[in-house]
């Protein structure tokens, strides 16, 4: 089994070449790391991509730091950071691409900025430069996921189903076949929903400044949906005017996940991305 030297032994795989451009894939919150669909991460490769993935501590097949009612692991997005940096490592990896996801994208801002000359090129999916309310919809009820409760099998994959649901798209059909395969794969892979509530503490206590993106200046891509129903899109607008060497990409109907129709103009604008950082 891949996993990182040390007593934090992260769960790594890759996809692709071993020379190939590496570009590490950070997952959000609560999301193993199967969320990067396998025929997604192939249109990266089939670009000359070597799409690295891997487990943020606290769910799938990386460490869990306490039992079920441990609701406090103790670290902060920083720690993990550092676990991604310890993957990268791990494959002889002196600088990388970096792609993530909402709190993944929280994730690689902070890895760019405790060591920027490792990060060739940030691309961040639906995320924002700091926990201010304003970025976020507000919400009357937690979900089960997010409330960190214990489930049986068919409770558990129902739960994330629906709460895949509530964070599909207005213009692009729920794909239930596979939130319902994934949510099966997850919970058998790994079920471990006491890491939910330690990954959550980790964000609180991240003190995000747009101030501190303005010294950044590898290329960068923003990409966000207009009908996000987690974090606004003016989180992207302005993680995109921070960033000094970014470029903005707002879709009309995309909620907060990656719409299979738009996978080939998500793959087009990363890679374009990548290339710039290897033309300067």
Not at 241 to 250: D, F, P, Q, S, Y
Request: net charge negative; hydrophobic share 40%.
């Amino acid at each position: 089994m891949p996993v990182t030297p040390g007593p934090m032994e992260i769960y790594y795989e890759t996809r692709g070449e071993p020379d190939a451009a590496p570009a590490l894939f950070i997952s959000g919150f609560s999301s193993q790391m199967l969320g990067w669909r396998e025929t997604f991460c192939h249109r990266f490769v089939e670009r000359g991509v070597r799409v690295i993935l891997f487990d943020n501590r606290d769910v799938g097949l990386s460490p869990k730091l306490g039992g079920p009612s441990d609701v406090d692991g103790g670290y902060g997005l920083r720690d993990m950071a550092a676990d991604g940096f310890a993957v990268l490592d791990a494959l002889g990896v002196e600088r990388a691409h970096l792609v993530g996801q909402s709190m993944g994208g929280m994730i690689a801002q902070v890895m760019a900025m405790m060591h920027p000359g490792r990060v060739r090129s940030i691309s961040l999916i639906y995320s924002a430069p700091s926990l201010e309310p304003r970025y976020f919809v507000a919400r009357e009820t937690v979900d089960a996921v997010e409330a960190g409760i214990r489930l049986d099998r068919r409770q558990a994959i129902e739960a994330f189903v629906d709460r895949e649901r509530i964070s599909g798209s207005v213009a692009y059909a729920f794909d239930e076949v596979w939130i319902r395969e994934l949510a099966a794969l997850c919970y058998d892979r790994c079920y471990a929903p006491d890491g939910v509530l330690r990954q959550r503490a980790a964000m609180a206590r991240w003190q995000g400044r747009t101030g501190d993106l303005e010294r950044l200046s590898m290329p960068a891509c923003v990409i966000h949906g207009r009908d996000d129903c987690h974090i606004r899109p003016e989180a992207s607008v302005a993680l995109a005017a921070a960033l000094r060497n970014a470029e903005l990409h707002l879709y009309p109907g995309l909620g907060h996940e990656l719409a299979a129709p738009l996978w080939d103009d998500f793959a087009t604008c990363i890679t374009r991305t990548m290339r710039r950082a290897h033309e300067t």
